[in-house]
């Protein structure tokens, strides 16, 4: 494991940014809305990001004059959002950098959010939230966004991303970045203002709490790659979605394949262990009662919501799920 933790690694988004720079790197990933979505409701949540990113590129000519570009249609159907990332990090601190699998969920959230009420006025928990992007997008419509994640250096990134991203949240909504531990029992341990100046910034206070429990949209991008962290996931997870209001978990994972001396074959052996955690909607009839998974969940198929983000190409690898708590688990 110890050389597994000291490998580097470099996430797929990152291919072309410059390998061997050090320390963080700035990207500006383009939100567009794809011309079979209608702009109406987009055009309600974000025009004023659209048009500021148009106004981002006006220039002068040669004699100072002011240079205005055409207006075209979809001149104001995107916008950027800035995410402070690294190109490469160790493995345990894989959260500093951007994967696929959280522009996928990224795409979904704005799809929601573009198509549908249903995110408004919600409050959201993301787990391992990485960036924050998913979360970030999300903040728009929701009431309040608690974005998770574990380590100084993971959770003063999400925050620095915050900072930078302030004019995409609804101005009554409010967006917190909090350290959660799935290794420890829920709930975390509640600031009672003893602690370090760096653990004060990212503890919960009781009120958040509370809030926590009434979330009922949970987010989760490319957490499936360790086994340990799996369980821990899970288990946390049986301990908070009965709190409160009813909870559903939208969870982006990229299978990843190693070749197997036990199987002789590649194989992806963490998407094997998450599996075994949930039960597939219709798939009652293969379980004893006494036997049933803890969650039921349901794959969604990736046609069903288009690209929004532009920096990416999504494969065949990546799977959305969306996952509930079983109504056989007491």
């Not at 291919?15 to 500006?28: D, E, K, L, Q």
Request: hydrophobic content about 35%.
């Amino acid at each position: 494991m110890d050389g597994e933790d000291s490998s580097e690694v470099m996430s797929e988004v990152h291919v072309g940014c410059p390998p061997h720079s050090s320390g963080p790197h700035i990207s500006r990933f383009t939100i567009s809305l794809p011309p079979e979505v209608e702009p109406s409701r987009y055009n309600e949540l974000f025009e004023a990001e659209a048009a500021a990113s148009v106004r981002e590129v006006l220039t002068l000519d040669d004699d100072g004059d002011l240079v205005l570009p055409r207006r075209s249609k979809q001149s104001t159907r995107c916008f950027n959002v800035t995410i402070q990332h690294n190109i490469t990090s160790l493995i345990p601190s894989v959260g500093l950098q951007v994967w696929k699998a959280e522009l996928v969920l990224a795409d979904f959230v704005m799809h929601k959010m573009c198509t549908s009420s249903d995110f408004n006025g919600i409050i959201s928990l993301e787990l391992g939230a990485g960036t924050g992007l998913a979360g970030i997008l999300l903040s728009r419509v929701a009431w309040t966004v608690f974005l998770t994640d574990h380590g100084n250096y993971i959770l003063d990134n999400c925050a620095k991303n915050v900072q930078l991203n302030s004019g995409v949240f609804s101005h009554q909504g409010s967006v917190h970045v909090r350290d959660l531990n799935w290794m420890n029992p829920w709930p975390p341990i509640f600031s009672l203002g003893n602690s370090s100046a760096s653990q004060e910034r990212y503890s919960w206070n009781s009120s958040e709490l509370k809030e926590v429990q009434r979330a009922s949209v949970l987010l989760a991008a490319d957490v499936i790659y360790s086994d340990d962290l799996t369980d821990a996931l899970f288990h946390t997870l049986k301990r908070l979605m009965p709190l409160g209001s009813k909870k559903v978990l939208y969870l982006a994972l990229e299978k990843r394949y190693n070749f197997s001396l036990n199987d002789l074959d590649v194989v992806a052996n963490g998407y094997s262990h998450f599996r075994s955690y949930i039960m597939e909607e219709g798939e009652h009839r293969r379980f004893e009662r006494e036997s049933f998974p803890a969650f039921v969940g349901k794959c969604i198929d990736l046609n069903e919501f288009p690209q929004y983000v532009r920096e990416y190409d999504r494969g065949n690898d990546v799977e959305l799920w969306q996952i509930k708590r079983s109504e056989n688990e007491s």
